[in-house]
């Protein structure tokens, strides 16, 4: 099964440690020795986010980029169950002080 470990906290009040970079080089090398990674990726900070709408046929692109939580970036893994996928989202050291949701992630076949 994959999920998506999408990991996310508020800029405002709180953010990354420089401490953490070596929590997070060790989680992604057990993660990929294991083979449970799919895909993994950091995101820019938010400020350089924009957001697209579609209104009335209308393309609206806004470059500010809104108040609150910001997702920070996301792994998806191919693990057996919700249990290994929660374990891991654990790891995951934004969930000190931001949040990691885990979803399931839709596979279709064909």
Known sequence: MQFALIHSYDPSTTGPADAEVERWLELDAELTRTGVVVHESGFHPVDEAQDVTVRDGQVGV?????AGSTVAGLHVVDVPGPDEA???AARIPTAAYGTVQVRRVVQFEG
Not at 62 to 66: E, F, I, L
């Open 86 to 88: 929660l374990r891991i």
């Open 62 to 66: 806004t470059a500010a980029p809104r």
